[in-house]
């Protein structure tokens, strides 16, 4: 025979923490990850997209240390709210980070930043002499 531990839990309760971690959460939009991010390179210029819906340009800061280009925001919102019978308050904190680290080749007195329909679009021009393509053949011996 085989002992199992069995604890007894409330399924009222599981089911009320499982509305408000999931359902809800996810429905008011509460929960922070770290956004998709997508590179793109042209001749003259790398293209990083950030996706972050919901923000306005002021809630990013975007800082270049030694190369690293990281992208930050923090979101503080209060909502107050009160009828004849009740009154509401809700807080809300949420915060992201991204780091890049960029190549010697980017033209770092040049780099422009743009926020438009839930998108940060970050331009990284390229120096001059990291636009020059060179083609040549290789002749194998």
Request: hydrophobic residues 35%.
């Amino acid at each position: 025979m085989t002992l199992i531990k069995w604890q007894h839990r409330n399924p009222l309760s599981d089911m009320v923490s499982n509305i408000f971690d999931n359902d809800l959460g996810d429905f008011f939009g509460k929960r922070f990850s770290d956004p998709a991010a997508n590179i793109i390179e042209s001749s003259d210029s790398f293209h990083l997209e950030i996706a972050a819906p919901g923000m306005v340009k002021d809630d990013f800061k975007i800082n270049l240390e030694n190369n690293i280009l990281t992208i930050s925001v923090e979101v503080e919102d209060q909502k107050r709210e009160e009828g004849k019978q009740y009154s509401r308050k809700e807080f809300y904190y949420g915060s992201f980070s991204r780091s890049f680290t960029l190549p010697k080749t980017i033209d770092l007195d040049n780099i422009k930043a743009d926020y438009e329909s839930g998108i940060l679009k970050i331009t990284l021009p390229k120096k001059e002499e990291a636009k020059v393509e060179i083609k040549k053949e290789i002749r194998i011996s």
